[in-house]
């Protein structure tokens, strides 16, 4: 007998039918023998309803106050789907129980819409499992010290699933979403991106971290620290299907490298057009620009991915970052009001139409010449490089959006990505 938690997400949860069907593959598991922890997500949709009511009746609140009465309200969501998913197994003869976050609970620390899991009790699930019912764990949501609710951050149904795998010690977690695994990249763009049997778990961070939306990025974190084996399936295959085939089907998130059986060098091309490029023009070049600039940036909590500093001329550089469109404004208004009066820089420029794009493969650490592969595919379909950083297992460049399409689909070709493998 396995300990197993699943995890659907809100369109696998997105009508009475859809968690019927979700109802009776649990209990298929349960029927097997299995010890069943299952997280929903919100009904799809339901979340940004939810928010969007909210954003009416205050349109540009952003205090603490505000975010906790947010948080109260987006918990809702996935508060009735667990209810309704744990009604529909009682419906199908299987003993089930729903606990919302706070009932477990799940504690986490108090940044309201974004909060971070500290701790999972797991007492109460256990002695529910031991009595042969199926646990049903309200995602998205815990409890905080001073016992108000709080949300993990869009997405975060996933690293409740996860977290709760690995406070349980579960034999594997299984996350049912409405794609059947982690591609080669998003299939929508290049329709000839293959799906991955395996991926390693750091290959997956470094997907998740740059636009492939399968796994929300602190999910695989905590897959990462706890070792927890990790799988997105599809939801959307016949629920009596062979429990068996199931099992093995979708993509696996492996810790060993040998484990990985796709040898690939590069194994996923990763995009985003959420980032943007901020410059600083004309810095006095001089110890310590770095960290004035992005001391004041980090202290605005703006998260900062690329950077470059040029070289410098007649004593002058210039500083280039990107940050995320939401930080954008907030990020250009900083540089002007503060950091240019403050260093005696020109000028600061910005541009919004840039993108990342990104190869990751854990091939790259044994193989020369992966990166400048890169570039001179780039170079050939005349696309311009505006910015370039690398890790032992990632190369990405910032180019103009307009170009994103065309790189993607020239680098999955020239990576053989569109070739199945052994
Ligand atoms: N319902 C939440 C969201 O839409 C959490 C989740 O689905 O994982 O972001
Ligand atoms: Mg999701």
Same mark, same amino acid.
């Given at each position: ?14 009508s009475?039918? !859809?968690?019927?069907? &979700?109802?009776?593959?649990?209990? $298929?598991?349960?029927?097997a ?5 299952? /997280? ?8 940004? !309803? ?19 009465e947010?948080?109260? =309200? ?22 089930? /129980? ?45 409890l ?17 699933? /996860? ?6 010690k579960a034999?594997?977690?299984?996350? +049912? ?13 290049v ?22 939306? &399968? ?6 974190? +905590?897959?990462?620290?706890? $070792?927890?084996?990790? !799988? ?44 943007t $490029? ?14 004035q ?45 503060? /950091?240019?009066?403050? =260093? ?20 790259? !650490? ?50 053989? =990505? ?5």
């Open positions: 007998m396995s300990l197993i938690v699943h995890k659907y997400g809100g369109t696998s949860m997105g009475t039918e !859809r968690i019927t069907n &979700v109802a009776k593959r649990v209990a $298929k598991w349960a029927r023998g299995h010890q069943m922890v299952v /997280v929903p997500s919100a009904m799809s949709g339901e979340t940004n !309803r939810l928010l969007a009511l909210a954003k009416e009746l205050a349109p540009s609140t952003q205090s603490e106050a505000y975010f906790r947010l948080d109260m =309200l987006a918990a809702t969501g996935e508060q009735a789907s667990s209810a309704l998913l744990a009604i529909a197994l009682q419906a199908q003869g299987v003993e089930s /129980v729903s606990y919302a976050g706070w009932q477990v609970p799940i504690r986490t620390n108090s940044a309201y819409t974004k909060a971070r899991i500290e701790s999972i009790d797991d007492e109460r699930v256990r002695a529910d499992l031991e009595a042969g019912r199926v646990v049903i764990v309200t995602g998205f949501q815990g905080d010290e001073l016992g108000n609710i709080t949300t993990l951050g869009r997405g975060g149904s996933d690293t409740s699933a /996860v977290a709760v795998a690995a406070a349980m034999d594997e977690c299984l996350i +049912f979403t409405d794609v059947d695994g982690v591609y080669t990249t998003d299939p929508r763009v329709p000839d991106a293959r799906r991955l049997h395996t991926v390693s778990f750091e290959e997956m961070l470094e997907m998740a971290s740059m636009g492939s939306k &399968v796994l929300q990025i602190r999910s695989v974190e +905590f897959a990462g620290k706890y $070792k927890v084996k990790l !799988r997105v399936l599809s939801s959307f295959t016949p629920w009596d299907i062979d429990i068996n085939i199931e099992a093995k089907s979708g993509t696996l998130i492996t810790f060993e490298e040998d484990e990985n059986m796709e040898q690939a060098i590069v194994s996923g091309i990763a995009f985003t057009r959420d980032e $490029k901020v410059a600083v023009l004309g810095v006095p070049d001089k110890p310590g620009i770095a960290y600039i992005l001391g004041a940036v980090a202290d605005a909590n703006i998260e900062v991915d690329m950077i470059i500093q040029n070289i410098s001329k007649g004593g002058l550089t210039d500083f280039s970052f990107t940050v995320n469109h939401a930080d954008y404004a907030k990020t250009i208004d900083l540089l002007k009001n503060v /950091v240019v009066p403050k =260093l005696g820089a020109q000028e600061v420029v910005g541009d919004t139409k840039i993108c990342k794009v990104s190869i990751v493969g854990i091939g790259m !650490r044994s193989h020369v010449g992966v990166a400048s592969t890169m570039f001179r595919v780039l170079s050939e379909e005349g696309i311009n490089i505006q910015m370039i950083s690398t890790s032992e297992i990632k190369t990405s460049v910032v180019i103009d959006e307009k170009y994103m399409e065309l790189a993607v689909k020239a680098l999955h070709k020239a990576f053989g =990505l569109d070739q199945v493998q052994a």
